[in-house]
């Protein structure tokens, strides 16, 4: 497709089950950023991506967050025992290189019940 | 360290009247600026961004925005609103081209548009 690509769009899950948040980034973008958007608030950056660097995980809120990536390709956002302030919008984000515009996806609602 | 602070969760102004959404950022190094916008269900759009240059910075829709150092502001303005700009509108802050390039985010401004 011409966009990132989030799925699924919408996710709703038990506290303490683990969920999967998958990415596709436009084709030939070497930058990948995903971001938590909570109810009322603006997006906090979790995690980034650049062809086969270590990531910056900087912003991964604890260690029950983590994310993989595999080249230049698809992402996957693992939220393991989830707790119900994990209730938010996780947005992806791509970019050509680090220093260019970001295109972000749609994102994908998660609410733990 | 960066932050952004966005003045105003909530701006309503009439069809037709100047907007003007404020934002205030802090970096110790050069920034990249930028004004998202967020429809409902849908992701940021980018709306414009200033990086280096000119510092009056003209984006999509009619939206400008000026980067004033002495006052570390990046306001967004357009001359005259139109219902179809109600939405919710970040704006954001980089580390220019010394970070990773992640975005730092302010708490966004909701812009409702009366007719």
């Known amino acids: 497709g011409a966009g990132v690509s989030q799925s699924p769009s919408n996710k709703v899950t038990e506290k303490g089950k683990d969920v999967e948040l998958r990415c596709d980034p436009i084709?030939?973008?070497?930058?990948l950023y995903w971001y938590r958007q909570r109810l009322g608030q603006g997006l906090e950056f979790l995690i980034y991506?650049?062809?086969?660097?270590?990531?910056?995980k900087s912003g991964l809120p604890s260690d029950r967050f983590s994310a993989e990536r595999t080249g230049e390709s698809v992402s996957t956002l693992t939220i393991q025992r989830t707790q119900q302030e994990d209730s938010a919008v996780y947005l992806c984000?791509?970019?050509?290189?680090?220093?260019?515009?970001?295109?972000f996806g749609a994102g994908t609602r998660l609410s733990v019940l | 360290a960066q932050s952004v602070t966005q003045l105003g969760s909530h701006v309503s102004v009439s069809e037709g009247a100047l907007v003007l959404l404020r934002c205030n950022y802090s970096s110790s190094v050069p920034p990249y600026l930028f004004w998202y916008v967020q429809y409902p269900n849908q992701g940021l759009q980018l709306l414009l961004k200033?990086?280096?240059?000119?510092?009056l910075v003209k984006g999509i829709n009619g939206f400008e925005a000026e980067f004033k150092k002495s006052e570390t502001s990046f306001h967004l303005t357009k001359p005259s609103a139109h219902m179809s700009d109600a939405a919710e509108y970040f704006c954001a802050v980089s580390g220019g081209s010394s970070n990773t390039g992640k975005l730092i985010f302010g708490q966004g401004t909701t812009l409702q548009v009366k007719p």
């Open positions: 991506f650049q062809g086969n660097s270590a990531p910056d």
């Open positions: 084709s030939g973008h070497t930058a």
């Open positions: 984000a791509s970019s050509l290189e680090r220093t260019d515009i970001q295109y």
């Open positions: 200033y990086t280096t240059g000119a510092t």
